[in-house]
């Protein structure tokens, strides 16, 4: 953990941590999680109107129809995560860098790619105040992912294809896992763990994310 990122609101640490007992309380087990989600500071993360709503379990519109996940979802994705023990990972939709943030202190690596350049210019700029060093980013179409950087121990994608595409799962390394919402109008959250030239693939709970879309946005 960097000093600045224990040294950056340290004002609103109560009310961090009133929202990681809900997330214990809704079924969170990783402890590494927790305290992650305990020190990053989500109110740099959205517009300073809706920094009073940062703690709340909630989703928070960021801008260009895109929105800062639900606390439970990202503690949620990140959980199943780290159970595969990720050294590398693709993260498709790094959005306000809330989730990158959140990753970048529990893996060695983090490659995000984001469509909107806009929003990856203040998340490169948030996860410079933090003094996150380990992430590196894209301004590209998420849906292909990045396969110059592949293969990765772990995608997580943070908006729903209709289903997993097939360019992300050739990205993934042997015994890598994808966390990914997938659907249209009733998304399912998906596990799928790649075994050799098989995909196991999971299906874990009902979720709602915005759409994952193709093209850019400068």
């Known amino acids: 953990m960097s000093a600045e990122l224990q040294g950056i609101g340290m004002t609103s640490r109560r009310t961090r941590m009133r929202l990681v007992q809900r997330l214990r309380e809704a079924g969170i087990e990783s402890e590494r999680v927790l305290e992650v ?15 009073h ?13 895109q ?14 995560l780290l159970r595969h023990e990720p050294g590398r990972v693709l993260e498709l939709g790094t959005g306000s860098g809330y989730q990158t ?10 490659y995000s ?7 990856q210019d203040k998340a490169r700029e948030r996860l410079r ?5 380990n992430v590196m980013l894209k301004h590209a179409d ?14 997580l994608v943070t ?14 390394a042997d015994n890598g896992v994808l966390i990914a919402p997938v659907g249209e109008s009733s998304q399912v959250l998906v596990e799928v763990v790649r075994r050799g030239d098989r995909y196991e693939r999971r299906e874990l709970e009902p979720v709602m994310f915005v759409p994952l879309l193709g093209g850019v946005v400068r």
């Open 159 to 172: 908006a729903a294809p209709n289903d997993v595409p097939a360019a992300l799962l050739e990205q993934l």
């Open 101 to 110: 943030a959140v990753l970048a202190q529990l893996v060695r690596e983090v």
């Open 67 to 80: 929105t800062l996940s639900q606390p439970y979802i990202v503690a949620r994705m990140t959980e199943l």
């Open 53 to 65: 709503r940062a703690y709340e379990d909630t989703a928070l519109p960021i801008g260009y129809g």
């Open 142 to 155: 998420g849906g292909m992912g990045w396969p110059e950087q592949g293969p990765f121990d772990g995608i």
């Open 129 to 133: 105040q933090l003094g996150l060093r």
């Open 37 to 51: 989600i305990g020190q990053v500071p989500r109110h740099i993360f959205v517009d300073e109107a809706l920094a």
């Open 113 to 119: 790619v984001e469509r909107i350049k806009p929003l």
